[in-house]
């Protein structure tokens, strides 16, 4: 049982450049996330997918983009990588929006140079 | 809004000795409580919770009690061990408009020696 898949592990960027983190999940959950963590900032909300179909901003949305592909895939796009977005990335699900356990992937380390 | 508030860290501590990890929270509404633990190299995954006022959620000895009226969840284990060294993470999650939205502390990072 896979659960969250997240890919790249690892990326490097220059600045301006763009990248898709690809996100999928195997449980048949309906909500999808998109978070970054930061040193002493904790993990903090980009975007969400409260079901398929749907998207909506989180806490720190600028300078991204998402896309709900199916129920499965969430992706996160950077249009023009900027050294802010140096940071990890994780992708988390939870069967209904309702349902408060998240399941996390193992993250994508981004720097932007 | 929402926010979480955790002990700074990082906790360094000798094998058996007693872990406390401070939690406070705000919130709008009456949310459910959780800690997450992250090993190196690993994403986030759910320790313990609780979802209601004087529920105690436990796991793997470690235990953590919603206290109402103090807006706390501390977490605590009698004896630690060197593979509880990790980075431990109190959220919350509101069930009022804002369900499915969770709100992370900035994480304490747990190392213990031999």
């Known amino acids: 049982n896979a659960g969250v898949t997240q890919t790249p592990k690892f990326q490097v960027l220059k600045t301006g450049q763009s990248m898709t983190l690809q996100c999928a999940q195997d449980?048949?959950?309906?909500?999808m996330y998109w978070y970054r963590q930061d040193p002493g900032m904790g993990l903090r909300l980009i975007y969400y997918?409260?079901?398929?179909?749907?998207?909506d901003k989180g806490e720190v949305p600028n300078g991204y983009n998402v896309s709900r592909l199916n129920k499965r895939e969430f992706s996160l796009r950077l249009e023009s990588a900027a050294p802010s977005q140096t940071s990890v990335y994780f992708c988390?699900?939870?069967?209904?929006?309702?349902?408060?356990?998240?399941?996390f992937g193992s993250g994508t380390q981004l720097s932007v140079l | 809004g929402n926010s979480v508030t955790q002990m700074e860290g990082p906790v360094t501590l000798s094998e058996e000795a007693f872990l406390t990890i401070n939690c406070t929270y705000t919130?709008?509404?009456?949310?459910?409580l959780f800690w997450y633990v992250q090993y190196p190299g690993e994403g986030l995954q759910l320790l313990l919770k609780?979802?209601?006022?004087?529920d105690k959620g436990s796991n793997k000895g470690f235990e953590a009690t919603y206290r109402k009226e103090t807006t706390s969840f501390h977490l605590e284990k009698g004896s630690v061990q060197v593979s509880d060294s990790a980075v431990y993470f109190c959220?919350?999650?509101?069930?009022?408009?804002?369900?499915?939205?969770?709100?992370f502390g900035d994480g304490t990072t747990l190392t213990v020696k031999p």
């Open positions: 988390a699900s939870r069967r209904t929006f309702g349902e408060e356990k998240l399941f």
């Open positions: 449980m048949n959950h309906n909500s």
């Open positions: 997918s409260a079901s398929e179909g749907t998207t």
């Open positions: 919130a709008t509404g009456y949310p459910s």
């Open positions: 609780a979802t209601k006022a004087d």
């Open positions: 959220a919350l999650s509101d069930r009022g408009t804002n369900a499915g939205k969770s709100t």
